[in-house]
């Protein structure tokens, strides 16, 4: 079992910048395969970006596609998402999560570990 804590949401304008970390505890972030997700009032939690485990391969949703970047910091056991050019419509709750696959995952069911989760607004 791995523990997920999310950091670094708040508030900022559109065209405006955010770094989350997700602080992984519990295990090495190197097994896993660490994703982020974000999920909207009324509507379902979707992906973001994934980084498979003890590789440099990433995965993003078209939607962040040239704005977001997911890295690993392995020395500090954490993983980040720095998000640039922001819009009003990536507002929502990012959620990081971790599963022990050998592939780049986009689907919710395939992540067995979440963390509780990092406002993110933007504002017009």
């Known amino acids: 079992q791995v523990q997920l804590v999310e950091s670094g949401g708040g508030l900022v304008q559109a065209g405006g910048s955010l770094r989350l970390s997700c602080a992984v505890s519990g295990r090495t972030s190197d097994s896993y395969t660490m994703g982020w997700f974000r999920q909207a009032p009324g509507k379902e939690r979707e992906f973001v970006a994934a980084?498979?485990?003890?590789?440099?391969?990433?995965s993003y949703a078209d939607s962040v596609k040239g704005r977001f970047t997911i890295s690993r910091d392995s020395a500090k056991n954490t993983v980040v998402l720095q998000l640039n050019s922001l819009k009003p419509e990536d507002t929502a709750v990012y959620y990081c999560a971790a599963a022990q696959i050998t592939r780049l995952a986009m689907e919710v069911s395939a992540y067995d570990n979440w963390g509780q989760g990092t406002q993110v607004t933007v504002s017009s």
């Open positions: 980084i498979l485990s003890r590789k440099i391969w990433t």
